[in-house]
């Protein structure tokens, strides 16, 4: 492309227009605009291609890991140019939907293809009619000379981890020499990887120019040893060669006294293509994104698919509009990227529930002013909003011991880390200990504090929470009652007692579940204090009282306590 120095900014187009995915409603011949990506009426005479010879199997294998990696497939697979190609999905385009890549996860795409040697393309071509003024306008920039015929098959496994260390164990190993997975060695070889950085693999499967439907999946579901042996010898005998790419050819080819030229900027198909990649990169991420999250995007994302489609054939002479739309695409992105992010924080945090003390582990604040954390105080990515709750609890002297129990209630948060501090500077702080068996990862807890025999105490504990319902469905309470989605999914789900939370609740049982809300005894009573954090909805449920003794057994009174102001 290249600007003129006319008044006006035009594009001198390319000659021919190679490689793009077939479309459906493409015809040999038909015109094409190159400017609104239309088909406009046929303006040659009739013709007929010449096939060319098959070439033996293609095997490529890309290892998707980074966003930069999802665009660089994108553009390999579009080969958009102009306003020619949209978005709208093709047999060789949709394989792109299904590549799930984040802090959790990354994609594997295995492609096998059997195409013709060359373009399927007539010894030569006539005009039909005489140009005129209009020729363009009724006939378009390009016609549609030809095709590259064949047959692909696409297998996209999905790679998915509970943890970030787990992918980036996985990702060293893979990336390091990318199996080739189509083969029995190299099926082999991923699966022992997968299985050693506990990847949970799906695989999603596109095939293009084939005579039968894809064969059901084993029992098990589809795996890269039966990919192996199942699927890629039902594709070697169920070729079926079709069009896959498209060959236009320019009309100044056959004559050159028509125009090249269009009259629009080339930094107009530039942002056109900018924004078209950005929608396709939405797309895929939508279309792998985790339930949690992808209710809240899913109107907005199918909004903007339709304008988008319905704008495409003036979007070229209509700056305004492409900006606009672009940021929206922009927008509906970032709304992704956080989700991704909060999947990616709530891994960690579900990790750092492990790290906590075990209920009744006495701690003694002998040493002065101490603090102890456990937990995320903030989070550092978009979108993920950590909220802090304090609470304190101050007294003198008196005869015997102080005692306070912390407690938090709020069934529309869900605890992501927590610090408890002595504030008694003496060194006879007293002494803490965590009451609930689990804190972090539910929708509540509960801390015992106490001062030293005849001394006072200065205890705060700060909650840290973000909002339930932007997180995936997962263990508020190490009893609750959980109702599976969806048809396969269990009538009633309910924790034994015996089972640990965080283990059970995979990201494939959070994804299938939602937390239902019962109803909890009251919490003993006891001549200490108690103060209740947590804001709206702590009534509503959540996690209950701790079952027990809420206060710890009498420690020994200290010995010379006039020793101590």
């Given at each position: ?204 499967i596109r095939a293009q120019g ?251 504990i700060t909650w840290y929470s ?100």
């Open positions: 492309m290249r600007q003129t120095s006319s008044d006006t900014l035009t594009t001198l187009l390319d000659t021919t227009v190679v490689g793009q995915p077939w479309q459906p409603h493409l015809t040999l011949g038909a015109g094409v605009d190159a400017v609104t990506g239309q088909l406009r009426a046929t303006a040659v005479k009739p013709f007929t291609v010449t096939p060319s010879p098959s070439l033996q199997p293609e095997y490529e294998y890309s290892f998707v890991q980074s966003e930069s990696d999802v665009q660089s497939l994108i553009s390999a697979s579009l080969k958009a140019s102009y306003n020619l190609e949209g978005v709208t999905v093709s047999g060789s385009t949709s394989y792109l939907e299904e590549i799930a890549v984040s802090d959790l996860a990354v994609t594997l795409v295995a492609r096998v293809a059997v195409q013709e040697s060359r373009y399927a393309l007539a010894p030569s071509y006539e005009l039909a009619l005489t140009p005129g003024e209009d020729f363009r306008t009724k006939y378009g920039d390009y016609f549609v000379a030809g095709y590259r015929g064949g047959s692909s098959l696409y297998v996209v496994y999905q790679c998915r981890f509970t943890s970030s260390e787990q992918r980036t164990k996985f990702s060293a190993s893979l990336a390091a020499d990318v199996p080739q997975v189509l083969s029995a060695e190299g099926s082999s070889s991923f699966e022992r990887i997968a299985k050693e950085s506990s990847a949970s693999v799906s695989v999603r084939v005579s039968s439907v894809i064969p059901d999946p084993p029992a098990s579901g589809w795996t890269a040893a039966s990919v192996v042996s199942v699927l890629v010898p039902w594709f070697n005998s169920s070729l079926a060669y079709e069009p896959l790419e498209s060959y236009l050819m320019a009309y100044r080819l056959i004559d050159p006294s028509l125009s090249g030229e269009v009259p629009v900027s080339p930094d107009v198909f530039a942002q056109l293509g900018y924004l078209y990649g950005r929608f396709w990169l939405a797309r895929a991420y939508v279309r792998t994104c985790p339930d949690f999250g992808r209710r809240p995007v899913e109107d907005t994302y199918a909004k903007l698919q339709k304008t988008v489609e319905a704008n495409q054939a003036s979007l070229a002479t209509d700056v305004p509009k492409i900006e606009e739309l672009t940021a929206q695409t922009l927008e509906l992105l970032d709304s992704l990227h956080q989700v991704q992010n909060r999947q990616a924080f709530y891994s960690r945090v579900m990790s750092a529930a492990k790290t906590e003390p075990p209920a009744g582990q006495n701690f003694d604040a002998d040493t002065g002013q101490v603090r102890w954390g456990y937990g995320f105080q903030q989070g550092t990515a978009p979108g993920v909003v950590v909220t802090a709750e304090s609470d304190r609890v101050r007294q003198d002297w008196h005869i015997g011991w102080r005692e306070h129990v912390f407690s938090y209630r709020n069934s529309s948060r869900v605890l992501v880390g927590w610090d408890v501090v002595c504030n008694w500077s003496d060194g006879t702080g007293g002494d803490w200990h965590k009451v609930s068996d689990t804190i972090i990862g539910r929708s509540g807890g509960d801390v015992y504090v106490k001062s030293d025999y005849d001394r006072g105490y200065d205890w705060s973000v909002d339930a319902s932007q997180y995936p469905p997962g263990p508020w309470t190490a009893t609750g009652v959980h109702v599976g989605t969806g048809a396969q999914a269990p009538a009633l789900q309910v924790l034994a007692v015996d089972d640990d939370p965080v283990a059970y609740w995979t990201p494939e049982r959070m994804a299938a579940a939602v937390p239902v809300e019962p109803t909890f005894p009251a919490p003993p009573t006891h001549e200490g204090s108690r103060s209740l954090v947590g804001g709206p909805g702590v009534v509503a449920g959540g996690t209950p009282g701790s079952q027990g003794d809420l206060w710890a057994p009498r420690t020994q009174p200290v010995a010379q306590p006039q020793d101590f102001p």
